[in-house]
């Protein structure tokens, strides 16, 4: 595994991307590496959502509510805050995301 990682590293330009062996059964992977591996999803979510804003924000939509266990990403909610926020649009999360999906399923059915 050092090996391997000493190639990885190796090749890194950003010395804040390199990973680390730490143990035998573990190795450290750096979050800035972590959150470009969601990058090319979170791109897509903004780029629909901001379709859909474009169009709701002049029709003085002004919230977004974060539900689901993916919304309990702080990437994802940096993301989100850092695109619509300045566009006047309120990023709300409630206390338990993901159980707000259950709830909402169970109460529907």
């Given amino acids: 595994m050092k090996d391997l990682v000493d ?12 990973l680390e062996v730490v143990s035998k059964a573990i190795l450290k992977v750096p979050a800035k590496l972590i959150d470009g591996l969601f990058d090319p999803l979170l791109d897509k979510i903004l780029e629909t959502l901001a379709t859909l804003f474009s169009v ?22 940096e993301r989100l805050k850092k695109t619509f926020e300045p566009l006047g649009v309120a990023i709300i999360l409630p206390p338990s995301p993901g159980r707000s999906v259950m709830m909402g399923a169970v109460r529907f059915g």
């Fill in 56 to 77: 709701e924000v002049t029709n003085g939509m002004k919230h977004m509510f974060l539900v689901g266990g993916f919304s309990e990403s702080p990437y994802l909610q």
């Fill in 7 to 18: 190639e990885f590293n190796a090749k890194q330009v950003d010395a804040s991307l390199e």
